[in-house]
Nanobody, 126 residues
Framework: QVQLVESGGGLVQAGGSLRLSCAAS????????MGWFRQAPGKEREFVAA????????YYADSVKGRFTISRDNAKNTVYLQMNSLKPEDTANYFC???????????????????WGQGTQVTVSS
């Protein structure tokens, strides 16, 4: 069992930055791929970023590539999402996810996620 708790969301102006954190409990964290998804009101939950078990491989949605960076610290059981150059369309509830396996492919879609966090709200004003 893995429990995920996100933090770091808030209100920021367009062009600003935020860093989200996801603290994980459970012994399987260091062997699982981790990811971030987001869901805006009235829209489906969508993939944002993924990182493999070691941190050596990452993958991003086209909409955030070059602006967001995912990283992890296995010693602290924590995964991060650094968000720069934020846009109003980035406004959403952001969810941390643990994949069913160690590869980024294991956390690219809703069907491959094993565990979800409760979400943290990010609001970007124009």
């Amino acid at each position: 069992q893995v429990q995920l708790v996100e933090s770091g969301g808030g209100l920021v102006q367009a062009g600003g930055s935020l860093r989200l954190s996801c603290a994980a409990s459970g012994r399987t964290f260091s062997s699982a791929a981790m990811g971030w998804f987001r869901q805006a009101p009235g829209k489906e939950r969508e993939f944002v970023a993924a990182i493999n078990w070691s941190g050596g491989s990452t993958y991003y949605a086209d909409s955030v590539k070059g602006r967001f960076t995912i990283s992890r610290d296995n010693a602290k059981n924590t995964v991060y999402l650094q968000m720069n150059s934020l846009k109003p369309e980035d406004t959403a509830n952001y969810f941390c996810a643990a994949g069913k396996g160690p590869s980024t492919f294991d956390v690219l879609s809703l069907t491959t996620v094993a565990y979800w966090g409760q979400g943290t709200q990010v609001t970007v004003s124009s």
